[in-house]
């Protein structure tokens, strides 16, 4: 991948950014089994939600939930409850996008996925009690101290997550299929699909935390800018990526005559496209000090990565 | 019906309950309107969440919300978040619960069934959409002054709608489906999949209002009391409704080998239940004054209703 920016070529940026992915990524994966795992909820709604929450992945939105809260000086801790919610809100949306009525996909990360396993009804009624255990363990976070941030988020998760948002944009990209769109509704379809959560969860971690308008308002651009990096970067590995590594079929956007990035502009537009929105990214973040520097190298993961 | 109450059988309690319920029926659906119809939300899903929320219904849980705030004394403006909220909810669990994989039902109120006009995709999204707004409206009422009241609302709502609730009482009954239960399982089954919103409808106002804590349990109780009375009617209804006041074919429990109530205790037995529940629901109210009296009437009305 051709960059202005200096990738991440030294050993010790990407044994950095390694070892900080893994750490954040046990994080939260203690904590979301502990979430479910409590009394309360039926035994096989438990195990499908479980089943999808525990799939794995790269745990990209909570992970960005703890690095706007460092970039502000915040503690893991006081965020938890909003990197398991958008965790959450992300696993509802994969279980419903892969449904037969959906992409009817029957592998996600390698493994069947949850209506292949559960079937339909149980996949659709764990993907909604995902998406209301969101809010429940975001709003079950309240304390004296903290109201009017967390009220604020509950808000932000409602927006990015609903019609206005990653709801909204999985409409536009069913109404779109089979029919040719243009960059500009191609954007609009991602900035809310794909956009709205990973938006979400650059500010959200800073939000609990007390930051400053200022700061909100960069992470937020930042947020806008990896997003939409983000799903070009998804367009061009479902191109040249390796199968065995992304754990899905790759060509699949071509099979499906969806519209892409590449299939607008080409691969190589595509790329210096996705390198200026990274480079725009990272230099909005300099308002803020090193403690910033995960959301820096993250930025160059985003289309750096192989899955 | 048989009944140890007095049952709503003078002209004045009939007309008095008759205009009361549409008036607060009216001022729910001018609310609801208002809140999909702004902008943001893609028009095809407009349209789809729409379609369910303006076909109709009793608007049962928003009355309730209003009545609970009524009770203690507050007004319809500080709860009508609340009241469009659980009404959203509730459209949302009508929808997914009539898809092909689930109840694979055709007709709703006597209209098509959301995915039968719209697509399942369309009609899975559209639920999904409904629920999360229901979510924005209730947390952005939120104001200096009532921020703790609202996150404890937001709170019970994902209580009331998720797996602890509505969600996992539907997953039971899916489990259930094809297989003998007892009355303990049914009650649970019944206390989760249609109770817990019902339950949750009787507090919110009143949470909003700020209820005492007695109210509050108070109004829990009867709200336990009228959502188990509402279902044992339902089943009820099954076997001697009206086919065109119900919107909905008649028998379909049996024919679907469902347990109900009258399966397990017999017809007569249900009724008596249900009368007794509606008589605790009412006699627990005695802490409240004559401006309880709407909730006294509609727990009558839960049980003689003919649809």
Known sequence: MTLRLRPLNLNREIMELKSYLKDRKALVEAEMSKSIGDSGIPETLQKAMNYSLEAGGKRLRPILVFAGAEAVGGSHDMVMPAAVAIEMVHTFSLIHDDLPAMDDDSLRRGKPTNHKVFGEAHAILSGDALLVEAFSVLAGACNSSNQENILSVVSDLAHASGGRGMTGGQIIDIDSTNRKIDEAELTHLHML???????????????????????????????????????????????????????????????????????????????????????????????????????????????????
């Not at 650059?202 to 947020?223: F, H, M, R, S, V």
């Not at 800018?225 to 899905?248: M, N, T, V, Y």
């Open 193 to 307: 699909k794909t956009g709205a959560l990973l938006r979400f969860s650059c500010t959200a971690g800073a939000k609990l935390c007390g930051a400053t308008e200022d700061q909100i308002e960069a992470l937020d651009n930042y947020g806008r800018d990896i997003g939409l990096a983000f799903q070009i970067a998804d367009d061009i590995l479902d191109i040249e990526g390796d199968q065995e590594l992304l754990g899905k079929d790759v060509g699949s956007d071509q099979g499906n005559l969806k519209s892409t990035f590449p299939s607008l502009i080409g691969l190589d537009e595509s790329k210096k496209r996705s390198a200026d929105l990274i480079e725009r990214a990272i230099s909005g973040l300099s308002i803020f000090d090193e403690k910033a520097e995960p959301l820096r190298l993250l930025a160059k993961y985003i289309i750096e990565r192989k899955s």
